[in-house]
Structure formats: C-alpha cells, structure tokens
C-alpha cells in the first residue's frame, strides 16, 4: 500500500512539474502561459497605438481605412494591447493567429481594387506588413504545435511575437499616414 501512495504522490508531481515547465504540452490541462508585458515599451507603443487610432477617426472612410480600421479593432482583442501579467493560452494563440491570416489577406486584397491607387512608396509598406504577418503566422504556428516548449522558449516566442505585431502596427501606421498624405497631395 505504501507503494502505491509513494508511486501516486510521485505521479502527481511529475505531472505538476511537467504542466509547469511545459505551459501548452500534452499533459498540461490548462494549457495557457502567464506572460508579464514590458510596461516601458509597452506604454512608449501604447501611446503611438492611441494617435494612430486618432489620425485614423478624423479621415475620410474608403477601402484602405476600412481595413485599417478593421485591423486595429481585432488587435484591440489581443493580448498585444495590455500591460502587466496576463495569461496567454492557446485558444488566444489560434485566435491571433485568425486575426493574422485575416489581415494578411486583407492587405494582400488592396493591391486588386482598382479603386486604390498605392504608390511605390506605400506598396512597399503593405508588402512589409504582409511579409511581417505572415512571418508572425509561422511564430504563432510553430508555438501552438509545439508541445514541449520550456517556460523560457516559449516566454521568447510570445516576446518575439509581440514585438512583430508591434512593428506591423506600426508599419500599418506609417502606411496609412503615407497613403493620406499621397491622396491629398
């Protein structure tokens, strides 16, 4: 009897341990991972998040705004846009990974309206922000269909993931401030 308590106890730290240092592992029931986001870049993107929001509103509605403005409404559901610790699970990775092939296609399809002339200068922007997107798509695909990523690895791929996503809203910015500016001009 005193073996099979020694072997149960013994069980159920393995398995405690193991859900611990493999948050999305097979083993782990929660599957979620707690993620603790930089609060000085954070709010240095947050800011810059906010104006371009702003800059948007007080344009004219068209295709490129309508997608611009899609895109900033799905990553305010994201994880991206709050400070502090929070839980990431995997539902919140095939989420954002949803939103990703989304936008990706979204951004793809401008260069099919004829409506929407883009310049040299901002078709270089939407290519970048494609290219980002679906580099994040890869990230996103390669942490939800890996089991055995330790704490660390996957802390590193949340982190890289983030500050991709912060560089394609940032681009998504800049291209949509170039193509105004190109329209008025």
């Avoid at 009897?1 to 999305?24: D, E, H, N, T």
């Avoid at 611009?68 to 990775?93: C, N, P, R, W």
């Amino acid at each position: 009897m005193k073996r099979v308590v020694v072997a149960f106890i013994f069980i159920v730290l393995v398995y405690f341990a193991g859900s611990w240092l493999y948050p999305y592992s097979i083993i782990s029931l929660n599957k979620s991972y707690s993620y603790n986001q930089d609060n000085v870049s954070g709010k240095q993107f947050l800011e810059k998040y906010k104006e371009a929001k702003r800059f948007l509103a007080n344009q004219e509605k068209d295709v490129v705004s309508t997608r611009v403005l899609y895109f900033y409404e799905d990553i305010d559901q994201t994880y991206i846009v709050h400070l502090g610790e929070q839980s990431i699970s995997k539902d919140d990775l095939q989420s954002l990974q949803s939103i990703v092939t989304e936008h990706k296609q979204n951004f793809l399809q401008l260069f099919t309206f004829t409506d929407v002339q883009l310049s040299e200068h901002t078709s270089y922007y939407v290519i970048n922000i494609i290219n980002k997107l679906d580099e994040i798509n890869s990230q996103l695909h390669d942490l939800e269909h890996s089991n055995f990523y330790t704490r660390q690895e996957i802390r590193r791929s949340v982190r890289n993931i983030l500050v991709n996503m912060i560089f394609v809203t940032e681009h998504v910015d800049v291209f949509y401030q170039s193509y105004v500016n190109e329209k008025v001009d």
